[in-house]
């Protein structure tokens, strides 16, 4: 019989890391995953279609058939300023690249989608360049993702608060990116 005065181990509280950092072709990457019971098609619908993008993230104007639109992270803010987005690969629904800038910082991201019956599977990358810090980097994508995630299970984004994510996965990013090098 257990001693009732002895504690019994709890589950973790707080966010739970979904990636780590990797090799990849143009150097060390953030990889991210997430997965969702719905076909490929409707969650390349949630990463692509303003109207969708919009209700976790922000959402981008233009045409996207001339390669760049101009993307508003409103996740971020009411007025966000825009940020030009560089297509590099789109083949739907399965895989996107792009590549955007703020000043001198620039990202490349992407993300694969893979479908297995019924399941889908995300997986997001972003190319950590020399000056990225995964600390704050992966625990930002994965507030993000799980924001998502909120709105797919049609939760509100609101419930999805940003200090638990970098207080909870900062060191876990730190130290995948440590182990990469």
Do not use: K
């Not at 060390?28 to 619908?45: K, N, Q």
């Not at 279609?49 to 919009?54: G, I, K, S, T």
């Not at 608060?161 to 730190?174: C, K, M, Q, V």
């Amino acid at each position: 019989m257990s001693d009732p005065t002895t504690p019994t181990p709890s589950a973790p509280t707080g966010p739970v890391p979904h990636g780590t950092v990797e090799h990849g072709p143009a150097g060390p990457e953030l990889v991210v995953t997430r997965t969702f019971r719905a076909p490929a098609a409707d969650v390349w619908a949630s990463l692509t279609e303003p109207e969708r993008l919009a209700r976790w993230i922000g959402y981008w104007e233009g045409d996207p058939s001339t390669g760049r639109v101009q993307f508003f992270m409103t996740a971020e803010g009411d007025d966000p300023e825009p940020e030009e987005y560089r297509i590099t690969r789109c083949e739907p629904p399965h895989r996107f690249a792009g590549d955007t800038a703020m000043g001198d910082q620039t990202w490349h991201l992407a993300f694969d989608l893979a479908e297995e019956d019924g399941v889908t599977t995300l997986t997001f990358r972003q190319v950590l360049g020399p000056s990225d810090d995964a600390r704050n980097v992966g625990p930002g994508w994965e507030y993000y993702l799980e924001r998502l995630t909120a709105v797919r299970e049609g939760r509100d984004v609101a419930t999805v608060e940003w200090e638990p994510y970098l207080a909870g996965l900062a060191d876990h990013y730190e130290q995948a990116q440590a182990n990469a090098s």
